[in-house]
């Protein structure tokens, strides 16, 4: 790429930009630096990198890389054997510390980003030299005493000697007898030496080495000689120390010149990461999509669609482009200020960001990949080279016409301009042709009126036109494809005033052909403006009716949730009316078995009873579709029935009313097939007392049940409910005595209980316990063996009983 075309297109101000968003100098330093490629993988490959990195930043992952300090100097001094201080040190740890954390965050993100994982990978592992580093160097830059064994040992006996000699200076000053030979009762230091301030009249009363004296000559700040040895020792000593310590940053910056391979490395790979995510941020800010690249060929053709000039501080009016492929020369044409300039850089700057990796702000771009870009925009004109307007963009010109080839994007600016309208015009057909008959992507921008028709009866050449207000005598900055731009000059005139005689003596000397032409290029750039305003109406249309259909969608799909839950409602409505009517009708059936009514009250009985059992055939028949099993049961099948909660074995095959034959211990029933449930694997075998046996079926009989239920702080509710299921489960077991506790209390549970107790048809009697087992809080109940027929329960279907003789 020409680095006049870089400049010419404004690229260096985007690398500005782009450098802003980096988090360390050296990003920086890659973003100043960044050029457009040609190489289509390198190209992709940016492409890819701008996208996860925009992505990492957008989920809050990206790793953080401010803490990076560029250290190539102190690795380069320490490779040439200089001695690193502390704080030049700490950076090398510091930024050792950052690289392990980029390698750990960038390593997990191999699904979401590959490519900066892979870039990750390639990061050293510095973790002994980080280690090494901060384990010797304070965060404040000092060392620490375990920086060495020598190091430590020096330190102790320093702060020895040095508590040493503050106590022999402190004496001299507590001394009363130097309370009047000291001008302040302090000791200070003066050339890194303890001493005290003696008044200069009693010189002689302090025996000492003076080491400074006061400004006024009043004072002498002597050194006493009982504290010089002292003095001397504590030197020594720190001396010895600065000694080690400069001997633990040579070794230190031994172990840098040992890992600068790595560590160059690492900084050459954090600078590439850091210009990758500033990439992102810069797509973030500009609102930038990734460009679809595309290899040179025939038909690759550029196109932007709604494209914005990135450099622009206001808002830009969105531009749509499209050149290449079938139409390799695009001609803009229009007024002055109207836009045409904006739209060649607007194409070219947004190429070479497409090339550079970077994403572009667009709805929609696609680019070729072009090996150079050439552009000749604006007025080069130098007084000191000798070149006129012309001059300057013929040069750029012959330059396009000599080096250019099929994989070079051209912009020509005003082509034609700076000499003669005719031969400046002649030139620019016979310059637009040689770029077309080499299919060189060219877009150019022009007043010649003559190019106008140039590209509109050229095949491969295009015309296009910035639009411009006539009423407001200012720029709309849209760009129309297809249609050639007018210059207004004789509307702009009119609307400022220019008499009407001088207008139409203009339009004379234009000619009636031209001004035809004027004419109907005002006709078809107001039917394209309706047409576009219509198409705008039904576009907008279209989105309302869309988002109308989806509320309606949404509304069928309420209205079928809405309708599912109302018969799954039904159903447990069913399934709860059938219980309710089997219950009823096993109250009514052991009235009747049991004659516990008289035969006025059992002929009423009979006729709910039928009426109950028609009820309930009807509702089983419809709880039946609900509930009907896919496989047909079998004969000698182990079964469940959850509604009385013991296990049994299938006798018959389901008959017409699809009612079986249940064995359940010493008790045979007939029961609606589609109550029954497989009996799984787990739960087969499990506790028996007996089996009962008929014909080639052994049918499992439950274990008893404990002969004793308890029923105190129970509601009567709750109490009576428990006490039913346990007298079905006592009768089916052949239990013949069971143990109710209740309690006495009140005696409200005590009369509930005996009140059940007393119309039950499986009760042959009971009675209060014996003093010995529980006295009034407990009742004994004796359990109706000998019945032929019983009801079960009050809460399941009413099976017909047959006990075995």
Known sequence: ????????????????????FAATSLGREQALELLPTADAAAAVRRQQE?????????????????????????????RKEGTLDSFQLLEVATTAGVTRQARASLLRRKETAPLLAD??????????????????????????????????????????????????????????????????????????????????????????????????????FIEPLGVVDLGNHWRELQEEEAREEHHVLRRLTGLVAEEAPRLGEALAVLAHLDLALAKGRHAEAVGGVEPELVPLSESASLRLEEARHPLIPREPV????????????????????????VALKTVGLLSLMALAGLQVPARAARVPLYRRVFADIGDEQSIEQSLSTFS???????????????????????????????????????????????????????HHSDLKSFAQTTPGARNASVEFDAETLAPTYRLVLGLPGRSNALAIAQRLGVPSSVLKRARQTLGQERVKIDSLLAEIQQERAQTAELRRVAEKAQTESATLRAALERELQEAERERRGAKEQGRRDLLEETKRLQARLARLRAMLDYQLVTRETARENTDETEEVRQALSTASRRAALERRPTAVPKPGTPVYIPSLGVQGMLLTAPDEQGEVDVQMGAVRGRLPWHQLEPLPEERRGGPVQRSVSRADVSVPVPAKPPSEILLRRKTTEEAIEELEARLNQAFLSGLATLRVVHGKGTGTLRRAVHRHLGSHPLVDSFQIAEAAEGGEGATIVHISLQKGTASLSAKTPSPKLTRKG
């Open 392 to 446: 300057s963009h013929m040069a750029t010109i012959v330059q396009v016409l000599q080096e250019g080839d099929d994989g070079c994007l051209v912009l020509l600016d005003e082509l034609g301009a700076g000499t003669d309208p005719d031969e400046g015009s002649a030139l620019a057909q016979a310059i637009l042709s040689y770029l077309l008959e080499r299919r060189i992507t060219t877009v150019a921008t022009t």
């Open 1 to 20: 790429m020409q680095d006049k075309s870089l400049q010419t297109l404004e690229f260096t101000a985007v690398r500005e930009r782009l450098a802003a």
């Open 318 to 341: 969105p531009i749509t482009i499209e050149v290449g492929g079938p139409a390799t020369v695009l001609l803009i044409t229009g007024p002055n200020t109207g836009g045409k300039t």
């Open 50 to 78: 701008t996208r996860e990195a925009r992505r990492l930043l957008q989920e809050k992952a990206a790793p953080p890389l401010t803490s990076v300090r560029d250290v190539r100097a102190a690795v380069q001094r320490a």
């Open 119 to 220: 870039l990750g990978s390639h990061l050293p592992e510095l973790w002994a030299l980080e280690k090494e580093i901060t384990r010797c160097i304070q965060v404040d830059g000092h060392l620490a005493d375990d920086a060495s064994p020598l190091l430590r040992e020096l330190r102790a006996e320093t702060r020895l000697a040095h508590e040493h000699l503050v106590e022999a200076m402190n004496r001299f000053v507590q001394s009363p007898q130097y309370r009047e030979v000291l001008q302040e009762g302090l000791v200070t230091q003066r050339n890194n030496r303890y001493v005290l301030p003696v008044k200069a009249d009693h010189r002689s009363a302090l025996s000492g080495i003076v080491h400074d004296v006061s400004s006024t000559g009043a004072t002498l």
